[in-house]
């Protein structure tokens, strides 16, 4: 195999691939097997066919397109390899139909969009503020509010309902006086100030009572995901069967006890709990905003020119994600995008920002690691192992072999290293 490399124009090259004439007739030899099987011809049975008789009948092309599947799966990547570029995208590929033959070499181009330079500016001494790694009684306060929030209990009431009550409904929503679909529920609990229902719903149940009915007038939003109902007046009829108010308990040690946490039984266990989870909170988000500061100052003192191909690919990923957390928790993405009035070219295009500045981050980092020249050790990877392990309650050998390459496992590391190192050089404020 010969392979030259020629750029033609930024982040892509062309690469002309020429395979000896012994690597294509051995292609040619292995189409020929797969083809013969399914060929028919009298007085032969399936996959006996002589070769020299086949090739007089069909003719040595009928091979051709059989034999180049065989051979690209393999010689692109070597030619890759061999080339030392780095692709970011699917490539192009043609063939030298002109002088393909059997007995003689095959040529192919491959035009491949890489990875782009990464020129770095700044990346030493970049000024960050820090943010207050402090815990206050007001923070610790705070927190008890939201446990007594958690275990509220409804009340019924027969007063009229304000903003935070539950109330339970009937509804039917009507439109130029005609009922339209999905317009119609019983029983429905709502919480008033929720924002779940269409704007201006719930402000007009505020004051009203159990066994009341009312008539609601709203304006369906210009973005409803129903063509029919985008931007329509509606008037809804409600009837109210109960008014439920959230009832805090109070905060004694019999509650604290019920919350049913190890070794705390008394307010002040409590407090001092919620204090050490606040303060190993705060320092993570404190770490975490110094980090998002010197990453983003750092990909922004860089010069680096992001392929659109490599921009797509990631908003793919990030689609594609999208549908596996919705999937985990029950809904499939065209449900996702039949309720938010959204598409899938839609979401691509949302996506896009977010990809840039991900593209960007990864390749600074990877190039101040390279820059830095950081190595990841035998340690390093043996404790990714251990983590691994631990947080899927696996062995260490069961982690070995799921994980046989660690090639990106050590990226991941030299880009950790690469953090550590633009927080460890940054100049605090």
């Known amino acids: 195999m010969t392979v030259k490399v020629e750029k033609i124009e930024e982040n892509k090259v062309k690469l002309t691939v020429t395979l000896s004439e012994e690597q294509f007739n051995k292609a040619l030899d292995e189409a020929f097997k797969k083809v013969v099987k399914e060929v028919n011809v009298q007085g032969f049975r399936k996959g006996k066919v002589p070769r020299k008789m086949f090739e007089q009948r069909f003719g040595v092309e009928s091979l051709y397109e059989e034999a180049i599947n065989y051979l ?79 275990n509220a209990e409804l009340v019924i009431k027969e007063t009229e309902a304000v903003l935070g009550d539950t109330v339970v409904i009937d509804y039917e929503g009507f439109k130029d006086d005609v009922a339209f679909e999905g317009g119609k529920a019983e029983n429905h609990s709502l919480v008033l100030g929720s924002n779940s229902f269409i704007p201006g719903f719930e402000e007009q149940l505020v004051g009203i009572k159990p066994g009341q009915s009312k008539s609601i007038n709203v304006k369906f939003p210009e973005e409803y995901q129903s063509e029919e109902l985008k931007g329509a007046d509606a008037k809804f009829n409600v009837v109210c069967h109960e008014v439920k108010t959230r009832e805090l308990p109070e905060l004694n040690e019999d509650f604290v006890k019920e919350l049913n946490r190890e070794n705390i039984n008394t307010l002040e266990e409590l407090k001092t709990d919620i204090k050490t989870n606040l303060i190993n909170q705060k320092e993570t988000a404190a770490k975490n905003h110094l980090v998002d500061q010197v990453v983003e100052k750092a990909a922004t003192n860089a010069e680096i020119t992001i392929p659109q191909e490599m921009i797509d690919a990631e908003a793919d ?76 309650n696996i062995s260490v050998e069961q982690v070995k072999e799921a994980i046989p390459n660690t090639s990106e496992m050590e990226q991941e590391i030299k880009s950790r290293k690469a953090v550590d190192f633009l927080v460890e050089n940054s100049v605090k404020l």
């Open 317 to 392: 990923k990030m689609l594609h994600d999208t549908s596996h957390r919705l999937e985990q928790q029950g809904i499939n993405l065209e449900l996702y995008l039949q309720y938010t009035g959204s598409t899938k070219e839609g979401l691509l295009e949302q996506f896009k920002g977010e990809a840039v500045k991900r593209i960007r981050y990864s390749l600074t980092l990877e190039q101040i690691t390279k820059e830095e020249d950081f190595a990841v050790t035998e340690e390093d990877i043996n404790k990714e192992f251990e983590q691994i392990s631990k947080m899927y």
């Open 72 to 150: 690209l799966p393999n010689a692109y990547p070597e030619a890759v390899e061999e080339a030392k570029i780095e692709p970011v995208a699917q490539p192009e590929i043609d063939v030298d139909f002109e002088n393909i033959g059997k007995d003689k070499p095959l040529t192919f181009f491959a035009t491949v969009v890489v990875k782009p330079d990464v020129k770095l500016g700044q990346y030493k001494g970049l000024e960050v503020e820090e943010i207050s790694k402090d815990v206050t009684e007001e923070d610790i306060d705070a927190e008890i509010n939201k446990l007594l929030e958690q």
